[in-house]
C-alpha cells in the first residue's frame, strides 16, 4: 500500500481563467507542482528540474521555459533551486493543524530562502508573521515589502541588435508605432530569450524577421517580451508555413 501523501485540487482550477488558457503541456507541469511527491502545505519546496522533467515526461529545458513562464505571470517565485507557489496559501484551510505545518515548512528552510520569501510583496501575511517570529532576525525598511533585488543588466550589444531589428520591422509595418518602455529593457528580454529559454542569435533573428512578414503575427508581436512569452507556441506555426510553402511551390502535373 502506498504511504504518499494525499494533494487535493479544487474543481475550479479547470475554469480558472489563467489556467484556462494554457497549452496542455502548461497544464501538466502546473499540476505537477501541486501534487508532486516535494509539495507541501506552505507551497515551498525544493525542486529538482532533472527529476521533474523525467517524471512529467518533458525535457528540462522546455519545463525550465514552463517555470520562468509562470514566473512572468506571477504564479510562481523561484529562488535557486526553491519553488514558492505564490497563492497556494489561498487553496489551504487556515486550521491550526495546517498553519502548524507552514510554520514548520517556513522555519526548517535555508536562512536565505526565508530571507528573500520574506521580501516578497506577494508573501501572505500568515507567512510574514512566522517568519518575523524566528531568530533570523528579518526585518524591512518603514514596512514596505519589495520584491527581491533584481539581477543586474546583463545584456550585450547583439541582444540590442536583436532588439532594435524588432522595434525597426514594427516601423516599417507601422510607421505611426510608437516604442514603450526603453531598449534596454527591450534587450534583456532577448537576453533571457537566450540565458534562460536557450534560443541562439539565428533562431532569434529568424522569428524576428518571420513574425514581422506575417499579416497575423506582425500585429500581434510588438515588443520582445511579447516575442519571448510567444516564442513556443511559434514554432509549430513557422513549421506550418514552411510545409504550406513547399506543397503550393510543387510543380502541378499535366
Known amino acids: 500500500?502506498?504511504?504518499?501523501?494525499?494533494?487535493?485540487?479544487?474543481?475550479?482550477?479547470w475554469r480558472d481563467s489563467w489556467f484556462y488558457g494554457l497549452p496542455i503541456e502548461e497544464k501538466t507541469v502546473w499540476l505537477y507542482?501541486?501534487?508532486?511527491?516535494?509539495?507541501?502545505?506552505?507551497?515551498v519546496y525544493k525542486l529538482n528540474p532533472k527529476v521533474a522533467s523525467s517524471e512529467i515526461g518533458i525535457p528540462e529545458k522546455q519545463l525550465r521555459g514552463v517555470l520562468n513562464k509562470f514566473t512572468r505571470d506571477g504564479k510562481l517565485a523561484v529562488y535557486q533551486d526553491w519553488l514558492f507557489l505564490v497563492n497556494f496559501h489561498k487553496h489551504q484551510s487556515a486550521s491550526?493543524?495546517?498553519m502548524a505545518g507552514v510554520q514548520r515548512i517556513l522555519t526548517e528552510a535555508p536562512e536565505a530562502v526565508q530571507q528573500y520569501l520574506y521580501g516578497?510583496?506577494?508573501?501572505?501575511i500568515a507567512y510574514r508573521t512566522i517568519l518575523h517570529?524566528?531568530?533570523?532576525?528579518?526585518?524591512l525598511?518603514?514596512?514596505?515589502?519589495?520584491?527581491?533585488?533584481?539581477?543586474?543588466?546583463?545584456?550585450?550589444?547583439?541582444?540590442l541588435e536583436m532588439a532594435q531589428l524588432l522595434a525597426d520591422l514594427i516601423k516599417r509595418n507601422n510607421p505611426d508605432w510608437q516604442l514603450r518602455g526603453n531598449m534596454d529593457t527591450w534587450a534583456n528580454h532577448i537576453e533571457k530569450l537566450r540565458r534562460i529559454d536557450g534560443r541562439t542569435y539565428v533562431q532569434i533573428e529568424f522569428m524576428v524577421r518571420w513574425t514581422q512578414n506575417d499579416s497575423f503575427w506582425q500585429q500581434n508581436i510588438l515588443s520582445t517580451a511579447k516575442l519571448r512569452d510567444k516564442f513556443n507556441d511559434l514554432i509549430p506555426?513557422?513549421?506550418?508555413?514552411?510545409?504550406?510553402?513547399?506543397q503550393s511551390n510543387k510543380p502541378k502535373m499535366l
Do not use: C, W
Request: no cysteine.
Open 1 to 13: 500500500m502506498s504511504n504518499g501523501k494525499q494533494r487535493y485540487i479544487r474543481d475550479e482550477t
Open 33 to 43: 507542482l501541486l501534487t508532486n511527491p516535494n509539495a507541501n502545505v506552505a507551497g
Open 96 to 98: 491550526p493543524k495546517i
Open 120 to 124: 516578497m510583496h506577494t508573501l501572505p
Open 133 to 139: 517570529s524566528t531568530s533570523l532576525n528579518l526585518t
Open 141 to 159: 525598511p518603514d514596512g514596505v515589502f519589495p520584491e527581491a533585488p533584481a539581477a543586474p543588466v546583463m545584456f550585450t550589444e547583439k541582444d
Open 237 to 246: 506555426k513557422v513549421k506550418a508555413a514552411a510545409i504550406k510553402n513547399q
